[in-house]
């Protein structure tokens, strides 16, 4: 787990070497136990190294093959590392470490862009071919790994981070109104490939992107679920489903221990975290550590959910941490969080992440988390509406259903100026929706939110949270053979018991009834959902900054509306209305965007 950077020339010159230093050194936090800079022809690489496999010098990046013909960079774990090195070994490849990044070189030389194929795993890499040169970027098929792009004339830079490509300089921070028309619509997510800067983009997940030596750019995308039944599995009754699923996960966080330093668990006590602990103590794991973060009550929200967190780590033994965070301690992170954001996200659990983080990496280096759950295994309150929809008229179901705003309401909100002439947002989903492959108007949902509103909303949070305090976090629920099985999975399944019913059957398998039952919890912050205190201050000072007036995103009088009662108005789906407008120019400024 690292963070990599780099520069291509496209005009005969040469890589700006002091850019990639800059862009390189701010990607300090997610590589703190090494550097490299390597430069040849049109290309410039920068790498900051996380030692979890082989931690011997052998592994150190950027890394060229021994006939120095394919360099590279690599952010991420290749689970299936060890198994995949004796194949090509058997090919007549040699390795001189035991790193996964050596094999993803070889993969490359022995399958060239089909390489991908090969791997189980997280991942974001740049490989420079000397034979053609050409440079080759690839994500991981959930998009668990970013990779962020600012091109310009004759050159693109690339970086893990969108902090890191502001400190390479020249990039268009020009606010993207596009974007801003999801981030308003879809609970701050803005889909791959925008951000919103439109200066920058990003690499979709499941690509793989050809630059060629002139610049041109070719994607291929090498992953695509099916969302329907498959006749194979038209004998399974509901048990038969819940032990497939069951051991589909088992695989899942059996292939997340892979590492040479110890693996702990990020444990609300809910269902998803609860069962990567009973996995691996089915497994035979000892001596896990695992951490829990709360937060004081406040507006009659508890702040923790310990009870359970502490019920789980005493059934399975586990050496259990408890972080309690008092309210005051939210106000003086929330700058720092909001710093280690490479897109501006408005949840409440990304406080908690980057605190939980702080501490969880005195302790280990790597973790296992339960995101994802919910948007794979259909966990959410709206998703029986989605069912009950026909498949005709699947995005306007999603649209009614998952929008925090329409079209008209941001004609009201967001100034002419930066509002697209259409309903962009809405658009998309009809677009994706549209594909075929997805059975029902749920199928079309869950792949929406699979390929879209998970990868750019809780997946890119934890790792955002995590790797700013050089934490590697792995998701089992993401590994995307238990993607691939759940999206085949009949929906009723899904949708049974109040949601995720055929995760609970399996989870009653291994996990106390007391887990499996209760009612679903979430990551509250109660001093941000309320707009309390100190929090209330930094917003309020945000938004009457002399940055926010001058960029002039937001109606003035809607601004003040929200101000006047911080904790009345709401989104569609909940949200605070004014941490969300307050969270965009709180993250712009904090980046020095102005």
Not at 170 to 176: A, F, K, M, P, Q
Not at 191 to 217: F, H, M, Y
Not at 434 to 442: C, D, K
């Amino acid at each position: 787990m690292c963070g990599l950077s780099g520069e291509i020339r496209f005009d005969g010159g040469r890589p700006d070497l002091a850019a990639v230093e800059r862009m390189t050194d701010r990607l300090a936090a997610r590589g703190p136990d090494g550097r490299g800079v390597w430069s040849q022809g049109a290309v410039a690489l920068g790498h900051r190294r996380l030692k979890i496999i082989d931690l011997s010098e052998c592994g150190a990046q950027p890394m060229a093959d021994s006939a120095g013909r394919i360099t590279g960079v690599f952010n991420g774990c290749v689970y299936n590392y060890r198994e995949l090195r004796e194949e090509l070994r058997g090919l007549g490849h040699r390795f001189f470490s035991g790193s996964d990044t050596e094999v993803v070189l070889k993969a490359y030389q022995q399958w060239g862009t089909d390489c991908v194929d090969h791997f189980y795993g997280m991942f974001a890499f740049v490989i420079v071919d000397q034979d053609t040169g050409r440079v080759v970027l690839g994500r991981d098929r959930l998009g668990i790994k970013p990779l962020y792009l600012a091109r310009s004339p004759g050159r693109l830079r690339f970086a893990s981070s969108l902090p890191a490509l502001l400190a390479g300089g020249g990039v268009d921070t020009s606010l993207d109104p596009v974007a801003l028309h999801q981030y308003m619509s879809w609970h701050a997510t803005v889909a791959a490939p925008r951000t919103v800067l439109s200066g920058v983009r990003k690499l979709p997940a499941a690509t793989v992107r050809i630059v060629e030596p002139d610049g041109r750019e070719r994607d291929i995308r090498y992953w695509q679920p099916s969302y329907s039944r498959a006749p194979e599995h038209a004998a399974l009754d509901a048990d038969d489903w819940r032990d497939t699923v069951l051991d589909a996960l088992r695989t899942a966080v059996r292939r997340r221990m892979v590492a040479d330093v110890p693996v702990g668990v990020l444990l609300s006590g809910g269902l998803d975290s609860s069962l990567i602990v009973a996995l691996l103590a089915d497994e035979g794991q000892t001596d896990l550590s695992t951490f829990s973060v709360g937060f004081e009550s406040e507006g009659g929200v508890d702040g923790d959910e310990f009870p359970y967190s502490d019920l789980v780590a005493r059934r399975f033994g586990t050496d259990h941490h408890q972080l309690m965070v008092p309210s005051d301690r939210v106000s003086t992170a929330l700058d720092a969080a909001v710093e280690a954001m490479s897109e501006p996200m408005i949840s409440h659990d990304v406080v908690a992440f980057h605190l939980l983080s702080e501490q969880v990496a005195k302790e280990v280096k790597v973790v296992q988390s339960g995101q994802g759950a919910d948007e794979v295994f259909a966990g959410y309150h709206w998703y029986p509406d989605m069912a009950a929809a026909p498949r005709a008229r699947a995005h306007e179901a999603y649209v009614e259903t998952y929008s925090d705003r329409s079209h008209g309401d941001l004609t009201e909100i967001v100034r002419p100026h930066m509002m697209p002439g259409h309903d962009v947002s809405a658009r998309f989903v009809r677009e994706h929706m549209a594909r075929p492959g997805a059975e029902t108007a749920l199928d079309a949902a869950l792949r929406l939110d699979t390929e879209v509103m998970l990868v750019d909303d809780p997946v890119k949070r934890v790792d955002n949270m995590t790797m700013d305090w050089g934490l590697e976090a792995r998701v089992p629920f993401l590994d995307h053979e238990l993607v691939e099985l759940a999206a085949l999975c009949p929906p009723e399944l899904k949708l049974a018991d109040g949601g995720k019913g055929v995760l609970k059957a399996a989870g009653r398998k291994v996990l106390p009834a007391e887990v499996v039952d209760r009612p679903k919890g979430y990551f509250p912050v109660p001093a941000i959902m309320h707009m309390a205190g100190p929090v209330l201050d930094r917003v309020t000072e945000a938004l009457t900054a002399p940055e926010a007036t001058s960029r002039g995103v937001f109606e003035e009088a809607y601004v003040a509306k929200l101000l006047s009662a911080p904790d009345e108005h709401r989104t569609r789906r909940g949200a605070n209305a004014l941490w969300q407008v307050a969270l965009l120019e709180i993250w712009l400024q904090t980046h020095g965007i102005s």
